[in-house]
Structures are given as C-alpha cells and as structure tokens.
C-alpha cells in the first residue's frame, strides 16, 4: 500500500496551491479519502474528507470555502485544492484513506502518506 502526495511548496498569502495524492496497492474506490495537517508543535488536525460510499464532502471549518477535495476513481488520486492560502494554513499536509468510522479522527484511517510541506509566508 503506498499513499502519495506531491504538490506543496513556498507560497504567498493568498496564492493557492493543488497537492495531489496517488493511492496504490488498495480498492480506491472502496475507501473514504481525507487531507489531514499538522503545524510544528500542534497535533495533526482534520481538514478535509471525501466519503466513498455517498460521495459527501466535509471540511474543517478553518479552510470551508477555501479548500476543494476531489478525487478520480480511474486515476486512484485524491486531490485538494487550496485557495486563498494564509499563514495559517503553514502545515505538513497528509492524505490518508479509510475503510469507516468518524472521518474527523485520525484513528479512522488505515493508511497514510509521508506528507507534503505547504509554507504560506510573505
């Protein structure tokens, strides 16, 4: 099982960015996907999640009407699209896939991703 991500770098405020996440090894298309991040000294925090069996989204209320999750089933690649970036937003960014559960928690999810680093400053 390998989970992927690709796309994080230095950015401006306010500048957006697509991290992608390429899933192999596992039924894609059987697993809810979620973006998670984690900021230097602070927990690894919930942003974003796309629910395989509804196809519902949700999203941490810091990024709603900034952040996109997406994915492509024929591609086995979950995306997000981050808009309007803040400082904030400054965070490892890790996909991870899940089989059920409570999509906000990271105990939900069986496999993760090493991360991308996503740095927002002027």
């Known amino acids: 099982v390998q989970l992927v991500e690709s796309g994080g770098g230095l950015v401006r405020p306010g500048d957006s960015l697509r991290l992608s996440c390429a899933a192999s090894?596992?039924?894609?298309?059987?697993?809810?996907m979620g973006w998670f991040r984690q900021a230097p000294g602070k927990e690894r925090e919930f942003v974003a999640t796309?629910?395989?069996?509804?196809?519902?989204?949700d999203y941490a209320d810091s990024v709603k009407g900034r952040f996109t999750i997406s994915r492509d089933n024929a591609r086995n690649t979950v995306y997000l699209q981050m808009n309007s970036l803040k400082p904030e937003d400054t965070a490892v960014y890790y996909c991870?896939?899940?089989?059920?559960?409570?999509?906000?928690?990271?105990?939900?999810?069986?496999?993760w991703g090493q991360g991308t680093v996503v740095t927002v400053s002027s």
């Open positions: 090894g596992f039924t894609f298309n059987r697993y809810s």
């Open positions: 796309f629910t395989y069996s509804s196809g519902s989204t």
């Open positions: 991870a896939a899940s089989r059920g559960g409570i999509l906000y928690y990271t105990r939900s999810y069986h496999y």
